[in-house]
């Protein structure tokens, strides 16, 4: 077990809807950053929040964003959602505020299917 | 953006085999992270190095920061290792610090 909680396990929704993601860092861990993981493209990098402000921005689109809470929890929203979005969502958290530093530890992921 | 690939994509060996993943990228980084994802889909960071060497039991992860080159090595391999190993870079020089990731080797232990 990693220790970040990531819910729910699945999702199935349809083109154009609007979804929540949510993240719970492991316990003092102050980096949260989302990930996604499609058949063609692998793994993405998205975006990271670090102690509530946004650290590093990846390949989001402008129809998802992030934000990260005073408990330090994180939300990622899809919106406008279209076929392609079907993917597997992941967050990791890490003490430090730069992946160069250490070990990411990973939840457990959200499977998105658009329909 | 750097490139990072890996090889083997598919590798199937027995048991007790050793068993070498590699991993090159393009452009200088800080670090070089190697994570294991299993079928069920969950992933864990297996290894984080900057240089040289790391050791966790039967893994073993080398980086060679001139020549732009890690290899992950698993001795006397079984069939729990099964799964897909994937090597992921965090740049140097400023930038995003998310990870940017290979495509992953899948590894098949037979028993």
């Known amino acids: 077990d990693s220790g970040v909680t990531q819910t729910p396990k699945h999702l199935i929704t349809a083109t154009g809807q609007r979804v929540t993601l949510r993240c719970s860092p492991r316990s003092g861990d102050l980096s949260v950053y989302w990930y996604q993981q499609s058949l063609d493209q692998g793994l993405q990098f998205l975006i990271q929040?670090?102690?509530?402000?946004?650290?590093a921005k990846g390949n989001i689109l402008e129809r998802f964003s992030a934000q990260q809470f005073p408990d330090l929890h994180s939300e990622l929203n899809l919106s406008s959602l279209e076929l392609g979005d079907s993917a597997l969502y992941f967050c990791?958290?890490?003490?430090?505020?730069?992946?160069?530093?250490?070990?990411?530890?990973f939840g457990s992921g959200t499977q998105l299917s658009v329909l | 953006k750097n490139e990072v690939e890996q090889s083997p994509q598919n590798l199937t060996a027995q048991e007790g085999e050793f068993i070498t993943i590699n991993c090159s990228y393009s452009v200088g980084i800080s670090a070089l992270h190697w994570l294991q994802q299993h079928p069920g889909g969950g992933i864990v960071s297996l290894f984080m190095l900057s240089s040289g060497k790391k050791k966790h039991g039967r893994l073993i992860a080398t980086i060679n920061i001139q020549e732009k080159h890690s290899s992950l090595h698993i001795t006397a391999s079984h069939p729990r290792d099964s799964a897909v190993y994937i090597c992921a870079v965090a740049e140097s020089g400023g930038g995003a610090d998310g990870l940017t990731f290979g495509k992953g080797t899948h590894l098949i232990i037979q028993p």
């Open positions: 990791a958290s890490s003490s430090r505020d730069r992946a160069t530093n250490e070990k990411l530890f």
């Open positions: 929040y670090y102690n509530g402000e946004e650290r």
